[in-house]
């Protein structure tokens, strides 16, 4: 048997998976988030392992952890733990949410430049681990000076695991510290913050075990002691295992509260646009830009609430959507209700519903929200595309993937053919497929995902597509379009 564990920001996921596929337990956790002063959020690491250790134990509820042959481990990104000399912690996780380090972010945007960052970290811009250790710098340098150490969510629960704080590529570029070009932490950037290289996890291959599970945690969890641990994998990364977008041109998009893209490619390139993050994938020979639209499923949540839906049963809300024709009456919708993010348009925009006539119900305003939403999909593919990497496949997970109406509209905007992931897991999954990896000792995950992902199902753009290509040229008409996306950040 195999365990994943997916760190997540709000729940810890545990997943137990044969080594052939097919999801034996589950297990999900809650985890607290803390709002703190000057637009602050943190986390608390005990809490994280508490919960990750309970996950373990719920999995044990009904299956024998003695069957365990390897964990894998897939976790958030960009989440700051320092600790000190001895790893313990200093303090409460810097949460990837904390908006504390902006103006240190506008600071060394203003100062290096776009292009700057693209050559050095794959990125367009200054954010994430890189602006908090900034800040930290002037605010309070003592903390990340060495012998302190400078970790994050998921190599701290590794080394909690076996012994040895790891990660991997797609843990650093999330941070904002990986230069892809050299598969290592850009020493200018290291530099400029004041970091030693040594002070940041081992960065290895997740096809490389961090360490063996630790006597303790085998005694506490049920599992044999020394059963190889794996380094912590950036989640989206991991969720593309799980899904089996692993091939050139698979587009994988998670909806969740924001939706984020996966594109992948055969060779590493710039960022297609300023705000996307370039990075290898998992999968040997294979390459990939993660965007996020910052808008996603928030918009939906958002219609539901205001509409007095939010109660009602998914199956119901499909049902208004399905009935209302193509083009909801009319109705038009811009999701841009969550400020910044959106790539090439001005940084203010905000959320537009137009076109109201007495005629239009909830249906119809359903309906041109998830419009809005595929047409907005729909121009960062072609977006991707016209950069110069293939988009011959969406892979959807995540809410919009249950929905029985949804990923047909985005396959029509796109005229992309489309593939629904049937799991809900998806990233704790694929890190179960990376522990298969670490107990053949292969490092061939492509095949561990191809073998072991559930059962898709295929949807290919249909009657509606002539019209929404209509409908997005409409859209992106609209918009007012800014010649770089550095307005948008």
């Not at 986390?43 to 134990?57: F, H, K, N, V, Y």
Request: include cysteine; charge should be negative; hydrophobic fraction near 40%.
């Amino acid at each position: 048997m195999l365990l994943g564990l997916d760190l997540g920001t709000t729940n810890i996921k545990g997943v137990l998976v044969k080594p052939s596929g097919g999801i034996v337990g589950r297990s999900r956790v809650r985890v607290p988030v803390y709002h703190v002063e000057e637009q602050g959020v943190e986390q608390d690491i005990e809490e994280i392992w508490r919960s990750t250790l309970a996950a373990i134990a719920r999995l044990g509820e009904t299956s024998s952890l003695s069957s365990v042959r390897g964990v894998g481990v897939s976790s958030q990104g960009g989440a700051l733990q320092l600790l000190d000399g001895s790893g313990r912690p200093r303090g409460r996780v810097i949460s990837w949410l904390d908006g504390r380090a902006a103006k240190y972010n506008r600071g060394l945007q203003d100062s290096l430049g776009t292009e700057w960052f693209a050559d050095h970290v794959g990125h367009g811009f200054s954010g994430v681990a890189l602006g908090q250790l900034e800040r930290l710098r002037h605010q309070s340098p003592e903390l990340i000076l060495a012998p302190n150490q400078i970790g994050f969510v998921g190599d701290v629960i590794v080394s909690r695991l076996c012994g040895r704080r790891a990660h991997d590529a797609t843990s650093l570029s999330i941070a904002v510290l990986l230069n892809p070009w050299l598969g290592a932490p850009d020493p200018d950037v290291l530099d400029l913050l004041g970091v030693k290289e040594e002070q940041l996890p081992l960065l290895i291959h997740p096809s490389q075990e961090a360490g063996g599970l630790l006597p303790e945690i085998a005694a506490e969890t049920g599992i044999p002691p020394g059963v190889p641990v794996s380094a912590a994998v950036h989640d989206q990364y991991a969720a593309a295992l799980g899904t089996g977008a692993i091939h050139c041109g698979d587009v994988m998009v998670g909806t969740g509260t924001a939706w984020v893209l996966l594109a992948s490619a055969d060779k590493l390139s710039r960022p297609v646009v300023e705000g996307a993050f370039a990075c290898p994938h998992l999968v040997k020979d294979v390459y990939s830009q993660l965007l996020s639209l910052a808008n996603g499923g928030s918009s939906l949540a958002w219609a539901r609430d205001v509409l007095g839906l939010t109660e009602v049963d998914d199956r119901e809300i499909d049902r208004m959507i399905d009935t209302t024709a193509a083009g909801a009456g009319g109705l038009r919708f811009w999701p841009f209700l969550v400020a910044g993010g959106a790539t090439h348009l001005p940084q203010d925009i905000t959320g537009r519903l137009s076109g109201l006539r007495l005629s239009h119900g909830r249906p119809h305003i359903l309906r041109a929200v998830v419009e809005g939403l595929a047409m907005e999909l729909a121009r960062y593919l072609a977006l991707i595309a016209k950069a110069g990497m293939p988009v011959s496949r969406v892979v959807i997970c995540g809410g919009a993937s249950r929905s029985a109406v949804t990923p047909q509209i985005i396959s029509d905007a796109s005229g992309i053919p489309l593939v629904r992931s049937a799991e809900s897991e998806t990233s704790a999954l694929g890190a179960a497929m990376i522990a298969r990896c670490l107990t053949e000792g292969s490092d061939d995950l492509a095949r561990a995902s191809e073998e072991m992902t559930p059962s898709k199902e295929e949807i290919s753009p249909g009657a509606q597509r002539a019209f929404y290509r209509r409908l997005l040229q409409e859209y992106v008409d609209s918009l007012p379009l800014v010649e770089s996306g550095r307005e948008s950040q």
